[in-house]
């Protein structure tokens, strides 16, 4: 219990330190004692699937697994704009938009696939002068994020059924679906946003293997 990995699927909602501070709790709760706990990398609080959570030494292992490859599904909307990139943005509509076809999509996502530069979005947690950029992005200050080196190994299973897509893709460390989604929307020349994402796979873990929390909390306090 002290020195353990947990693989959880998130419901929506909850944000990745909700998952933490729950499992904390309830470790110093059965135990009496306060451990450290973590995890392997962010979930939106609106996103769902596969987080992993390190308690004890294993937390000396963090960095490891923030590196694994990443597996998502993803739905977007089409032929609007999020002010974040996902559903708890401002939503603006396309005022002209034609309707996309599955050819079209499948054409323009083969653009996205290898190693590309891609921007992060103000709506997130990496620091800029010891602050979450999220942070300023609330108080409308845009801060300066400069584009970083990823790789989409593959974006797959597409359907579309207007003007809602969905695929499946697989990609590196530091991959923003939500950075993914908008710029093939700007490709697309109709815009795009991020309606519902799950993580499915972190290396070699997978969402299969993961319990939900109310599971977890019940081993913990089992003992």
């Not at 943005?89 to 696939?113: A, L, N």
């Not at 992060?120 to 108080?139: D, E, H, M, N, T």
């Not at 989409?152 to 579309?160: A, K, P, Q, S």
Request: hydrophobic residues 35%.
């Amino acid at each position: 219990m002290l020195n353990n990995i947990y693989l959880i699927d998130k419901p929506s909602g909850w944000t990745s330190f909700d998952v933490v501070a729950k499992i904390r709790g309830s470790i110093k709760k059965s135990t009496g004692k306060r451990v450290k706990v973590g995890h392997t990398g962010t979930l939106d609080p609106f996103a769902t699937g596969l987080l992993i959570v390190l308690v004890g030494t294993e937390t000396k292992k963090q960095s490891d697994y923030m590196k694994l490859d990443k597996e998502y599904t993803a739905t977007l909307f089409l032929g609007a704009t999020s002010s974040t990139g996902d559903p708890e943005g401002i939503i603006t509509r396309s005022q002209e938009t034609k309707i996309i076809q599955k050819e079209d999509v499948e054409e323009t996502i083969k653009k996205f696939v290898g190693k590309i530069k891609q921007t992060p979005p103000q709506y997130s947690a990496i620091k800029v002068g010891g602050q979450p950029a999220y942070k300023s992005a609330r108080l409308g200050k845009a801060v300066d994020l400069k584009p970083r080196s990823i790789e989409i190994f593959n974006i797959g299973e597409v359907t579309l059924k207007w003007p809602i897509m969905n695929f499946v893709v697989s990609c590196s460390s530091g991959t923003y679906i939500r950075v993914l989604a908008e710029d093939i929307g700007k490709e697309l020349g109709c815009g795009a946003y991020l309606t519902e994402l799950k993580r499915t796979k972190i290396g070699n873990y997978n969402l299969k293997d993961a319990k939900n929390i109310d599971d977890i909390i019940n081993d913990l306090d089992q003992g």
